[in-house]
């Protein structure tokens, strides 16, 4: 079992190549992109590059409760989250590329600091769960990957490095296996021959595709389209990723 700084250390390894993808597409934007919309409803590009900084933060103050000791909330609470996200939507392009790279300079600085013990300590994400310090650069990445994608400024599920949708492919497949009321589906991953079935019952459609497309349709990142279904019938919707 790798140990906790390992992990850690790896995560961070792909957030700051995560990151660096991001940055490239940020400041490829014209000045005017910030109040497009995103692919999420009811947000803005600007929400999604606001939301990222502001996540960033967060994850700092969760490495600074697990290097001290000390219970600091992942923010202020909910509303303050979401307040500080319409704050800061509308700045302008060049605020934002600024404020992407100085929190992600804050978070790297504080998991700069973090002992094996600290990587080891139990923190308690925003919706009431504990999990362990060494997968807060984990939870940086997914943030990273997906709202990326998010973003709608030409970055899509094709992009993801391999191992990050193969890993999120059985994690997301492994949650959805016994689902109640999602009829049972086989999935089949023709680039990376993962295999895994969702739902409940007997398997009575099998779905194939590239497993980053694969991915996306789980995520809730695609409709599906793409993917090669046998018998030719319509996707069952599945439900919102928790």
Do not use: C
Not at 29 to 51: C, F, I, N, R
């Amino acid at each position: 079992m790798t140990d906790p700084r390992s992990a850690a250390d790896s995560w961070l390894g792909q957030v700051e190549e995560s990151t660096g993808r991001l940055l490239r597409t940020v400041a490829g934007l014209k000045p005017d992109a910030v109040a497009e919309p995103s692919a999420l409803p009811g947000w803005t590009k600007g929400h999604v590059l606001a939301h990222l900084a502001r996540n960033a933060d967060s994850l700092v103050n969760l490495l600074t409760g697990a290097r001290t000791g000390t219970d600091v909330p992942q923010y202020a609470s909910h509303e303050a989250r979401d307040q500080d996200i319409e704050r800061d939507a509308p700045r302008p392009l060049d605020a934002h590329l600024a404020d992407l790279r100085a929190s992600h300079e804050r978070f790297l600085a504080a998991a700069a600091l973090m002992t094996d013990d600290a990587w080891a300590a139990s923190v308690k994400h925003r919706f009431g769960y504990v999990f362990p310090a060494h997968q807060i650069p984990h939870k940086r990445l997914l943030e990273l990957e997906y709202h990326h994608v998010d973003l709608a400024a030409g970055h899509t599920p094709a992009d993801w490095p391999e191992d990050f949708a193969v890993a999120q492919f059985r994690k997301l497949a492994a949650g959805l296996a016994g689902e109640a009321g999602l009829p049972a589906v086989e999935l089949v991953a023709d680039d990376t021959d993962d295999r895994a079935v969702i739902g409940t019952g007997e398997p009575a459609l099998t779905v194939r595709g590239p497993v980053r497309a694969l991915t996306a349709w789980l995520s809730g990142r695609s409709a599906g389209d793409a993917l090669h279904r046998t018998p030719d019938t319509a996707l069952p919707p599945l439900p919102p990723m928790g």
